[in-house]
């Protein structure tokens, strides 16, 4: 039998990964982020951007992103500093900030929560799909991103692996992704 099929009984199909890159895929590269948030500027595509940026900076996992609601990073209608959330996988809190240093991300979720229609629910990132309240972790990937070498997990791992390399502390980083361990 060849590594391309599979074998179930008498039946015989093509393996799903066939010709994929699977396992964990690379964070991006700082010139990579700079190309991506530059591609969505000039599309001015501020959901996209503020999901791409507060995807970097946040360093939440994708499901966590999606579910944000409104009142985790606004407050009277202006960015919050700092948020807290339950993660999905772990029921474990974790904060992230909302920094001046992050000026990118903090002006376009400004910008997208001004546009952001109010009657769309109270998900930060609410579905173009009336059937789902926000989008999914799948459909959060920006556009220009190459889906083969990099997933929504390199997002998370971009400004983790940064930090790595410019301290060397691993213990920090995995604070900050929310880590146990």
């Known amino acids: 039998m060849s590594a391309e099929t599979e074998s179930r009984g008498n039946h015989s199909r093509v393996v799903w990964n066939k010709g994929r890159l699977v396992g964990q895929k690379r964070p991006l590269r700082p010139r990579e982020v700079w190309?991506?948030?530059?591609?969505?500027?000039?599309?001015?595509?501020?959901?996209?951007?503020?999901?791409?940026n507060l995807a970097i900076d946040s360093k939440l996992r994708g499901c966590d992103l999606?579910?944000?609601?409104?009142?985790?990073?606004?407050?009277?209608?202006?960015?919050?500093?700092?948020?807290?959330?339950?993660?999905?996988?772990?029921?474990?809190p974790v904060q992230f900030e909302i920094t001046e240093q992050t000026e990118q991300t903090r002006a376009s979720l400004q910008e997208w929560l001004n546009v952001r229609s109010a009657d769309r629910g109270p998900y930060v990132f609410p579905s173009r799909d009336h059937a789902q309240p926000h989008v999914t972790a799948r459909?959060?990937?920006p556009a220009g991103m190459d889906s083969?070498?990099?997933?929504?997990?390199?997002?998370?791992?971009t400004k983790a692996a940064?930090?790595?390399?410019?301290?060397?502390?691993?213990?920090?980083?995995?604070?900050?992704?929310?880590?146990?361990t």
Do not use: E, P, W
């Open 35 to 52: 190309a991506i948030r530059v591609r969505l500027q000039m599309k001015r595509s501020k959901r996209d951007l503020a999901m791409f």
């Open 66 to 92: 999606v579910a944000l609601q409104v009142d985790d990073v606004a407050a009277g209608g202006s960015v919050r500093d700092r948020a807290t959330i339950i993660q999905h996988k772990t029921g474990r």
């Open 139 to 141: 459909q959060y990937a």
């Open 148 to 157: 083969s070498a990099y997933g929504t997990h390199s997002l998370r791992r």
């Open 162 to 180: 940064q930090i790595y390399r410019k301290t060397g502390n691993l213990r920090a980083v995995q604070l900050l992704l929310g880590m146990a």
